[in-house]
């Protein structure tokens, strides 16, 4: 397997997942840690310093659609212009 091919279970490339991470962290700033667990293919996202506030998808798009939703009780989340 050659450096630049890195696949996650789904067939996502790791360039293309730090892209998306990159992207959420952007979006929403410095209250919430992201991550991808490679094991499940899925990305996750927590309040920072709050292990119990656990929330996962299995796209980047659909974790930020949960946030945007209010799913982590969001009350402070960035408004969408």
Do not use: C
Not at 7 to 19: F, N, V
Not at 53 to 71: I, R, V
């Amino acid at each position: 397997m050659s450096e630049a091919a890195p696949q996650a279970a789904e067939g996502t490339s790791t360039a293309d997942i730090e892209k998306a991470l990159d992207v959420l962290r952007l979006r929403w700033g410095a209250g919430y840690v992201f991550g991808y667990d490679r094991e499940h293919g899925r990305f996750w996202v927590i309040k920072s310093g709050n292990l119990g506030s656990l929330l996962t998808a299995p796209a980047a798009e659909e974790l930020g659609d949960k946030l945007d939703g209010g799913e982590l009780g969001t009350a402070n989340a960035p408004r969408r212009p």
